[in-house]
């Protein structure tokens, strides 16, 4: 008797379960994603969308890189799309427009990278630009004097490493 309960309350808790869970995502199977969702100007997006189905091509517009035609690949949507290199730095919408009217919006933001013509200011620089040759050459002097002592100590009979 306490088996069948303990049954019946486990069903009942799974039923419940099932009605209360969140719905997916793409519930409806109409969506669309850009890869990545953060860009720097002058670098290509993958585009990725569905319609429900992936029997027909479809459009995609932003301010970011225009108008491109996401194309059935599989069971998605696909396409690439290049942000121009004189885009302004933030976020633009993505819009998928289906045949059949559906549409899907996403987020793409552009960020300007300026790259430095210097580097930071970290400090004197005494070492910056020989390519590590100075410390590479004062390493290996520093080496050279100390295989030097070992050697002539050992010549001389005594252990370099214990006091005189």
């Known amino acids: 008797m306490r088996s069948a309960l303990r049954v019946a309350a486990g069903a009942v808790a799974l039923v419940v379960a099932a009605l209360t869970a969140p719905a997916p995502a793409y519930a409806e199977g109409v969506f669309v994603e850009v890869n990545p969702s953060t860009i720097q100007a002058g670098f290509q997006v993958a585009i990725r969308a ?10 995609v ?3 970011a890189f225009g108008t491109v035609t996401v ?39 552009v ?33 050279g004097l100390g295989l030097g002592v070992l050697l002539l100590s050992r010549r001389r009979g005594r252990n370099p490493l214990t006091p005189a």
Not at 133 to 139: E, M, P
């Open 50 to 59: 569905s319609c429900g189905d992936a029997l027909n091509n479809a459009k």
């Open 61 to 63: 517009h932003s301010d």
């Open 71 to 109: 194309e059935p690949v599989n069971v998605y949507l696909i396409a690439a799309a290049t942000v121009p290199e004189n885009k302004k730095a933030g976020g633009y919408n993505v819009k998928l427009t289906c045949p059949s009217r559906q549409t899907a919006t996403t987020t793409l933001w």
């Open 111 to 143: 960020v300007n990278h300026d790259s430095p013509s210097h580097g930071p200011n970290t400090g004197g620089g005494a070492l910056a630009g020989d390519g590590g040759a100075t410390l590479i050459g004062a390493g290996a002097a520093a080496m």
